[in-house]
């Protein structure tokens, strides 16, 4: 008996693919994101995974920027609030959200890097900053006080956490080199030509990134009660309006 090949399937019979939607591609980036690192996210990887062209995902996010905003907006779901609304210190409550703020991006250190530039703007973002501005006003801060020290804080904490990516979970081999290379010039400068450097040593690169973190925020906010502000403050050059950023 002489085998026939098997039919070609017609088109319509195959299952339909998906339809592509934003929240769909951020999901994606995420899943892609834990399995390989965020540096192996590139449009062209996304669109393989999701079975379709990269000039498609342009219709959903704009470029990367947009999409790595978008990813981190999802991760700050995870941040916890929960000390905004507990009993204690006011300070030490903002802190422990800054920190748990924090821990998210230590879990993803490419995410940390593009953070610095990447601003989010989606619903946990805000939930974030409406907690720890609530936690500022509990605080008595004034409000023009309390929108630019909220910048600061962000920023500290989100550079902090680029910066010690590498001693998170998911460090590479070349960062832990780069930063033993960075502990042994400090160790062993000349105190002829670097005296100062020489005289503190290691002391300059001691203390966890935990240690560190809480202590550099309560620099900052006890710097923000009084360091005066400009007696005129202008609108942000994004917003004419005057809404500005987030956190302005």
Partial sequence: MTAHPTAPRSRRERPAKPALTREG????????????GLERVTMRRLAKELDTGPASLYVYVRNMAELHAAVL???????????????GD???RLVRVL?????????YPG???SALVARPFGKH??????ALLALLDEGGLEPDRAAWLLDLL?????????????????????????????????????????????????????????DRLAWGFDVLIAGARHTPLPEVLAPSPVDTRGAGSAGD
């Fill in 25 to 36: 591609i951020i999901a994606t980036t995420v899943d892609l994101m834990r399995a390989e």
């Fill in 73 to 87: 907006d999802e991760l700050l779901g995870g941040v916890d609030l929960s000390p905004a609304k507990a009993d």
């Fill in 90 to 92: 006011w300070s030490d």
């Fill in 99 to 107: 920190t748990s703020y924090t821990s998210v991006l230590f879990e």
């Fill in 111 to 113: 995410l940390a890097q």
């Fill in 125 to 130: 973002y805000l939930k974030l900053v409406e």
């Fill in 154 to 210: 962000l920023q500290f904490a989100t550079a902090t956490a680029a910066e010690h990516a590498h001693r998170a979970p998911g460090h590479t081999p070349q960062s832990e080199a780069d930063w033993q290379a960075l502990a042994t010039v400090v160790r062993d400068v000349s105190p002829r030509t670097h005296p100062h450097i020489a005289a503190l040593g290691t002391r300059l690169l001691s203390g966890s990134p935990q």
